[in-house]
């Protein structure tokens, strides 16, 4: 995983500079600007950043700005101020005038369309927030959300935001053995979900899947269920109750809680290469701070956007990007509930015409699914109300990135490839659409108060055009302040790679204009969709089956997903390898995780290649699944003893 073994071949010499008229009403008008602002923010950050604090509300204004611990990595920022995130997103604008603008609105499936405006969300956001206290939900109880996309959902978390409750959502696509792990860690005792949510023209049971987790969950004292499709579900008495029934009896006032900078605000899994799904931990202050402005400079948004990202609630673009960055801003989300093909692969066009939508954000997977159905389905529509596009989750390859500044941009719009983590809770790496011009392909430069680096494992930095390891030498504000009950785990995780600075786990490269071009995970997690996935759980799940004995899984390139995955799986004494197995063990993992867990292809092998300390050693096969064969070595296919043992101490 050193430098020197990264090497890429991408070479892009395309230039697009801002559009004139995109720039002359941008916040950020040239790269000069960008440029005076960028050297203020990383040789002023506390002044920098307090400065855009001020815009938003604060209960008590900080006077601290960061505060790092580099021996405990130990980061707080803002720690003496206090503020409400629901405030932010919803009261100040209110109290600003904007009670009549459009805050949120959503488009079912199926076609039914519900717009709230900031007031409107202010009452059912203060009915939540009762209706939560009554169930006896404090300030720093946590509170599993495992719902799909209706208003409804960012009226739950934004409920917890108001009362100082911690959120943890659980991605609508995860199965009951991945809630039920996620419940148990932070110990939730409620649990807001609903009966169900429509994708590609099917009903996903949803309360269904929590009811099976729940027998895991013995301390969760209440379900409070959103009636969206009206099907019949289990409910248990004593412990499930009805949404609108709580809801209508709950108080509308519900004064937001002034609540520490550093007071959790939610609760994140995300995938590592070993062990359970670290539950990141986001404070309210900073992760507040960060997510408005890189919104805001971002997408350069004013007062009458509309925003739509389509990125799920359950994962962190969803909860940045979909809910708080745009409300903290006052412009108009989009949330959308099904599938991008349904009924048919015009879907998301249709929907930008028909709400008007200016600013688009989406993913490298879905433009590559969108340019596979063909041109045919944007050039049906008129597209004509975009003026900034977006993508995250993956590196985007030049030919997506070309097809979608032409075919959805129409050459109008600026293309901003953004990268960052569910650990940096925003933005890092990312143009100002009005200041940077754009490579295809490339994140471009630093967002201002982010100081990223290209090293070795060392910690040096390698010259322009090498590849090496993509550090963040200083803490920023949205950071992940911990892994909920592990902080040694996070200090491991990020803090001990490259001494000194946050390791991010990417592989990237700078070119001589500084720009930064990304390459992929150095580590062993796969990358599907832009959703990241540790081997781990995939691996625990195949051998939680009574047929297999020994699991690996690893990624390989895949044309619409980015990766998608393969797994080896020894089999138990007396079991067969068959076509049924391959089948059962696919929708076995699918059933334990998700669907998006899937594997593409399972292979049975005798025994899987080992370092003589017992380690697999995935890049092996890494290279099977990518090119069915180790390059150089005539071994077959399938024989792992004998492979094993010719690199036996490679990777010790
Ligand atoms: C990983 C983070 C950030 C929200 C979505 C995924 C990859 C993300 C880009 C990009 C190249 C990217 C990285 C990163 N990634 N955006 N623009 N260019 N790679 O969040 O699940 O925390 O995954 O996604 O590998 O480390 P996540």
């Known amino acids: 995983m050193a430098s020197p073994n990264l090497t890429s071949s991408l070479r892009e010499t395309r230039v697009f500079p801002p559009p004139a008229e995109f720039a002359a009403r941008a916040h950020v008008q040239n790269f000069a600007q960008y440029q005076a602002l960028y050297q203020q923010s990383v040789s002023e950050p506390d002044r920098f950043w307090a400065g855009v604090a001020r815009e938003l509300h604060w209960f008590h204004a900080p006077e601290q700005g960061l505060d790092w611990d580099q021996a405990a990595s130990r980061v707080r920022w803002f720690a003496d101020g206090t503020l409400n995130m629901s405030d932010n997103c919803i009261d100040r604008h209110v109290a600003g005038g904007r009670g009549e ?137 004593g412990r499930d109750l009805w949404w609108h029934e709580q809801m209508a009896g709950a108080e509308p006032l519900c004064p937001p809680e002034p609540l520490g900078a550093e007071d959790p605000l939610f609760i994140l899994y995300t995938s590592g290469t070993t062990g359970k799904p670290k539950g990141l931990v986001h404070t309210n202050g900073g992760y507040a701070v960060q997510t408005y402005l890189t919104t805001r400079l971002v997408f350069d948004l004013h007062p009458d956007d509309i925003f739509w990202c389509t990125a799920d609630v359950g994962w962190i673009t969803g909860h940045s990007y979909v809910l708080y960055g745009a409300l903290q801003n006052g412009v108009t989300t989009l949330l959308y509930e099904g599938a991008p093909n349904c009924p048919d692969p015009g879907r998301f066009w249709q929907l930008i015409d028909r709400h008007r939508v200016t600013a688009f954000y989406t993913a490298p997977t879905a433009i590559r699914a969108f340019m596979q159905w063909g041109p045919g389905y944007p050039r049906a529509a008129r597209l004509d109300s975009l003026r900034v596009l977006g993508t995250v989750g993956e590196p985007i390859n030049p030919e997506a990135w070309m097809w979608y500044h032409s075919e959805i941009g129409r050459g109008r719009c600026p293309v901003a490839d953004t990268w960052w983590q569910t650990e940096t809770g925003a933005h890092m790496l990312a143009p100002l659409p009005g200041a940077i011009p754009t490579k295809p392909g490339s994140a471009t430069l630093p967002f201002p108060g982010i100081v990223p680096a290209i090293v070795t494992k060392a910690g040096e930095p390698v010259p322009a ?92 390139t895949h044309q619409l997903k980015g990766q998608a995955i393969s797994v080896f799986v020894t089999l138990e004494a007396g079991a067969r390898p068959s076509p049924e197995l391959r089948e059962e063990l696919r929708s076995w993992v699918a059933r334990e995780i998700g669907s998006l867990a899937r594997p593409d292809d399972v292979r049975f092998v005798q025994a899987l290649p080992k370092t003589r300390s017992g380690k697999i050693m995935r890049r092996l096969l890494r290279e099977l699944a990518e090119h069915g064969e180790i390059k150089g070595d005539t071994t077959t296919l399938e024989d792992f003893a004998g492979l094993a043992k010719m690199r036996e101490g490679d990777e010790a």
């Open 101 to 237: 603008h459009t805050a949120l609105v959503w488009e079912g499936e199926p076609g039914e369309v519900r717009a709230l405006s900031f007031r409107e969300l202010l009452l059912e956001v203060g009915r939540c927030s009762s209706m939560l206290r009554a169930l006896g939900v404090a300030k720093g109880d946590r509170v599993a959300i495992y719902m799909g996309t209706t208003p409804e959902v960012a009226i739950a978390m934004l409920a917890c935001t108001r009362i100082g409750a911690v959120h943890s959502v659980v991605f609508g696509g995860f199965a009951p053995q991945a809630i039920a792990d996620r419940i148990l860690d932070a110990d939730c005792r409620v649990v807001l979900t609903q009966d169900g949510t429509y994708r590609r023209g099917t009903e996903i049971p949803l309360k269904r899947s929590v009811d099976e987790a729940l027998r895991q969950c013995p301390s969760v004292r209440s379900v409070v269920v959103f009636r969206r499709t009206g099907s019949p579900v289990a409910m248990e008495p």
């Open 465 to 556: 055009g090498h590849g090496g390891l993509l550090v963040i030498r200083k803490p920023w504000p949205s950071i992940a302040r911990t892994i909920w009950g592990d902080h040694a785990r996070y200090v491991q995780t990020y803090w001990a790679e490259v001494p000194g600075s946050y390791f991010s786990g990417d592989g990237a490269r700078q070119d001589d204009d500084g720009y930064f071009w990304l390459m992929g995970r150095v580590d062993d997690v796969i990358n599907v969709s832009g959703h990241r996935l540790g081997t781990m759980e995939i691996e625990s799940a195949l051998v939680a089956h009574p047929r297999v004995a020994e699991a690996a899984a690893v990624g390989k």
